[in-house]
């Protein structure tokens, strides 16, 4: 896949919650799927689309993904709901080249787990922690125009251990209130594809429409975005050299 001008965006969202609980749908009364992509418009992408769960294939057809660039998941209640046939096909777009921003209990989803090939556990606790998300990688472009941390005033916990293979790149670490730390900014690359997970996003804080937040988001939109390489090539192949005839 070659870079281009513009990132096509999906975001994809469960969008259960809203539908379900009173206190996400008067925090998100459009989904936060829509706070989402709002986000990122504000950031000047023009090419942002929206997917929920239970529309036909997820809204993840082939034609959807095929012509996205980046596709941003949050999941939380209903990861089992999820088609193994539409994950498989998310984890495969990954390899060849799709850029993935997993967000916050999505990292139990299955494409995500499926490309880490741990359990993807971790601590957690709903108790209005206040979080404080520290740079540790101020060099990398996902951290440009953020500062020295991110501070969310109230947040859901999430404590390691965090069962992930070690990633590549460390770019936020978290402390909560509450005492407990978190790797809560990731990146890994699997095949020609760059995947970022982000840790917050609880469904009943606003944190979706917090600047930095966004700033974040749009940054690893621009960083996980497909870029020029050379082709993965496999199987049989002919010598580029004529070889001796065998004894």
């Not at 996205?68 to 990954?94: C, N, P, Y």
């Not at 944190?207 to 870029?227: C, E, K, L, M, S």
Request: aromatic content about 10%; some cysteine.
């Amino acid at each position: 896949m070659t870079q281009p001008t513009q990132p096509r965006i999906t975001v994809w969202h469960e969008y259960r919650h809203e539908h379900e609980n009173p206190k996400v749908a008067a925090v998100y009364p459009q989904g936060m799927h829509v706070a989402m992509a709002d986000g990122l418009k504000a950031h000047g992408f023009t090419d942002v689309r929206t997917a929920t769960l239970d529309e036909p294939e997820h809204g993840l057809t082939d034609e959807v993904l095929s012509s996205t660039d980046v596709l941003l998941w949050w999941g939380h209640k209903a990861h089992g709901d999820v088609s193994d046939v539409i994950a498989e096909k998310v984890v495969q777009r990954v390899w060849d080249g799709m850029g993935l921003i997993v967000l916050h209990s999505g990292h139990f989803s299955k494409p995500f787990k499926r490309l880490m090939g741990t359990s993807c556990d971790l601590k957690w606790r709903e108790a209005t922690d206040k979080e404080r998300l520290w740079v540790v990688d101020p060099s990398h472009p996902i951290a440009h125009g953020v500062g020295e941390y991110l501070e969310i005033e109230a947040e859901e916990m999430y404590g390691e251990h965090f069962d992930i293979p070690t990633p590549d790149e460390l770019i936020f670490v978290s402390w909560f209130s509450g005492g407990e730390v978190f790797r809560s900014g990731c990146t890994f690359r699997r095949g020609s594809g760059k995947i970022f997970y982000f840790r917050p996003g609880h469904e009943t804080y606003p944190t979706y429409f917090h600047d930095g937040v966004r700033q974040v988001i749009a940054n690893a939109a621009r960083w996980t975005a497909p870029t020029a390489s050379a082709p993965r090539a496999f199987g049989n192949r002919q010598p580029l050299e004529a070889l001796p005839e065998p004894k």
